[in-house]
């Protein structure tokens, strides 16, 4: 672990230069491993910090302040306005120290994945992310989605075909059919479609690190409560058991991950998603997750 420092010339302002430890200036300070922290423990500092009252010297973790190489100087300049961002889409760190109180039930339904699925994934992947590898290894996020439609045995036929059809915009970027970990019915039912450790097709930039969930509805038939609740338990066993995940984010809100480490498309193909799942669904998961996270702490299982 590296103890990294970095100032600002005000709370909402411009980077300015590094401090050396003496002079007056305001600095964040945290622990990092190696030149790219998990996005996680960064947002988690500089939010501890931005929400102080008293923005002066400020040590995270009992740890001192120290100097930084300049390369993760330059790295934390360049992602401050990213991280600023990002920050509303971590989920609290303590929800991976337990699995929830109530397990989700889930209904086995997995697509086929016969060898020309599986070889068409393969081009795919190594076309857009450079690493042709169909297993997702410790994934950092979960995108969730909406499907449009309010059907869902028109949802499971149409990801049970092995190529894309239909959709041109999406067929120019690889033929491979779109695929996804698992879907919430508008009762709730969670059935999984894949296991979570292969790679879906579902997101632009996202597939290589993120899991997926796709909910029946729409524009036209919002989330229902019954959808919210199963979409809370199932990240919250997911978190549980895949302590690297980070983030929870809509699909609209992909772009967002352009440029960091998280995000992985070598082409410059990208698809519009406007609203996906919809915000107030969104907004109500957040703040079920997090409260979430606040319980585990109170209750002493985390030691943030
Ligand atoms: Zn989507």
Redesign the pocket.
């Given at each position: 672990m590296a103890a990294f420092l970095f100032s600002f010339s005000a709370l909402a302002g411009e980077p300015s230069e590094l401090c050396d430890g003496t002079a007056k200036c305001h600095v964040l300070a945290g622990t990092v491993t190696g030149d790219q922290p998990r996005l996680a423990d960064l947002v988690a500092d500089i939010v501890m910090i931005l929400d102080s009252p008293e923005l002066k010297w400020v040590h995270t973790r009992d740890r001192p302040p120290a100097t930084v190489s300049l390369k993760l100087a330059e790295f934390l300049r360049t992602c401050f306005d990213k991280v600023m961002k990002l920050k509303n889409f971590v989920v609290h760190q303590c929800l991976a120290a337990a699995p929830p109180d109530e397990e989700p039930k889930i209904v086995e339904h997995p697509i086929p994945w016969p060898p020309e699925r599986e070889s068409l994934m393969r081009e795919y992947l190594q076309k857009h992310t450079g690493d042709g590898s169909t297993y997702l290894k410790n994934p950092t996020t979960i995108?969730t989605?909406?499907?449009g439609t309010n059907n869902l045995d028109e949802t499971i036929k149409g990801f049970e075909r092995t190529r894309l059809e239909g959709r041109p915009e999406l067929a120019a970027a690889g033929l491979v059919n779109v695929s996804c970990h698992f879907i919430v019915d508008r009762d709730g039912t969670i059935y999984r479609m894949m296991p979570d450790d292969r790679t879906g097709r579902?997101?632009v930039g996202m597939n290589r690190n993120a899991l997926c969930i796709?909910n029946i509805g729409g524009p036209t038939h919002p989330l229902t409560k019954e959808q919210l609740r199963s979409n809370e338990l199932l990240i919250e066993s997911l978190v549980a058991r895949h302590p690297t995940i980070d983030n929870v984010i809509g699909?609209s809100e992909y772009r967002n991950f352009e440029n960091t480490y998280i995000f992985s498309e070598r082409t410059g193909y990208r698809s519009d998603?406007d609203a996906?799942?919809g915000r107030a669904f969104l907004a109500q998961l957040r703040l079920r997750l997090f409260e979430r996270g606040e319980r585990i702490k109170a209750a002493g299982r985390c030691n943030l």
């Open positions: 995108v989605h909406w499907t579902h997101a796709e699909h998603r996906e799942p």
